[in-house]
Structures are given as C-alpha cells and as structure tokens.
C-alpha cells in the first residue's frame, strides 16, 4: 500500500509542465492525420470530380462493375451507356464510372482520376 504513495506526483506546480507537452502531442497526431490522411483524400475526391465532369459524349469508359462501352448521352447525374456488340444501352450513375479509354488501343488513359491497379 506504501506503494501507491510513493508513486503519486509531488505537490505544486511541477505538472504543469507535463500537461502542455500532452497538449504539443495531441496538436502534433492532429497535423500528421491532416498531413498524411485527410488532405491525400480530399486530393483524391477532387481529381476523381474533375474526371467525371470533364467525360463527353463519344468516350469509351469501364464502370466500377467492369462493363465497358461509350457514352452515347449524358444528364447531370447519370449517363447513357451503350455497350458494344449488342447495341445495348444502360443508364448509369456518373460516380460509376472508373476509368477512361483512349481511342487509339483501348488503353486506360493517363489522365484518369482514379487509382489503377
């Protein structure tokens, strides 16, 4: 039971001093979120936006589900999209959309917003 006795902190005003470094860690773990977290996110949304707004009538796309086709018309929210061999057409939300083909080989383009694997 001495134990506990010894261990307590010493009175006056010497604690202080530890509770600002606690302060100085917790701003500290806060900016390395931001830093490595938050702001790489918010990169991330902002350039997957732009690429879904800068898609036109005529692109060829693949969607999040692997369905490849062209554009055949476009809303606000959604998109017209006709798959190849069969003439068929699809209405499909735009956040659906996953990468880009160029024209030349169907290859994904390098300008598309999202993370490739």
Same mark, same amino acid.
């Given at each position: 039971?001495?134990?506990?006795?010894?261990?307590?902190?010493?009175?006056? @005003?010497?604690?202080? !001093?530890?509770?600002?470094?606690? *302060?100085?860690? &917790?701003?500290?773990? %806060? /900016?390395?979120?931001?830093?490595?977290?938050?702001?790489?996110?918010?990169?991330?949304?902002?350039?997957?936006?732009?690429?879904?707004? @800068?898609?036109?009538? !005529?692109?060829?796309?693949?969607? *999040?589900?692997? &369905?490849?086709?062209? %554009? /055949?018309?476009?809303?606000?929210?959604?998109?017209?999209?006709?798959?190849?061999?069969?003439?068929?057409?699809?209405?499909?939300?735009?956040?659906?959309?996953?990468?880009?083909?160029?024209?030349?080989?169907?290859?994904?383009?390098?300008?598309?917003?999202?993370?490739?694997?």
């Amino acid at each position: 039971m001495n134990h506990f006795l010894l261990m307590a902190p010493p009175a006056g @005003g010497a604690g202080a !001093g530890g509770q600002f470094q606690g *302060i100085i860690m &917790i701003v500290l773990l %806060i /900016v390395v979120f931001y830093f490595f977290m938050i702001r790489p996110q918010m990169t991330k949304a902002k350039k997957e936006k732009q690429f879904r707004e @800068g898609i036109k009538k !005529g692109d060829k796309v693949v969607t *999040i589900g692997g &369905i490849h086709g062209k %554009i /055949v018309e476009l809303q606000d929210s959604t998109f017209t999209l006709e798959v190849e061999g069969e003439s068929v057409r699809l209405r499909i939300e735009k956040a659906a959309i996953n990468v880009e083909l160029t024209a030349a080989n169907n290859q994904p383009a390098e300008t598309a917003g999202v993370a490739k694997k």
